[in-house]
């Protein structure tokens, strides 16, 4: 009976010490989860103030499209590309964000 008891003692503090270490672990990974997302709470708040100047972004085309007429169905396209990636990366952080709410 002692030697079970003492088992059960190493393996309760074996679990105790690998759960403090997945810890550190979860909060490194938010650490940088963080700053990403920080960054794109940045772009939002840069898109929104674009976007609210159409004139600002008419401008842009305009000379997007006078200075390089080759490139602009690049740019375009480069530009569609990043914005479906942004909003399948929000999309993603919005169905992890209540998870890792939760885990706190």
Do not use: Y
Not at 12 to 28: I, S
Not at 32 to 40: K, L, N, S
Not at 83 to 92: D, G, I, P, S, T
Request: hydrophobic share 55%; proline share 3%; no cysteine.
């Amino acid at each position: 009976m002692r030697s079970r008891l003492i088992e059960l003692r190493e393996r309760r503090a074996a679990l105790a010490a690998r759960a403090d270490l997945e810890r550190e672990a979860l909060e490194g990974w938010l650490a940088r989860t963080d700053v990403v997302a920080g960054w794109i709470e940045s772009g939002r708040h840069l898109g929104r103030a674009v976007l609210s100047r159409p004139w600002l972004v008419a401008a842009a085309v305009g000379l997007i499209v006078a200075l390089r007429p080759r490139r602009t169905l690049k740019w375009i396209a480069t530009g569609w590309w990043l914005a479906r990636f942004a909003r399948n990366v929000w999309r993603a952080w919005q169905r992890l964000a209540p998870q890792t709410a939760r885990a706190g």
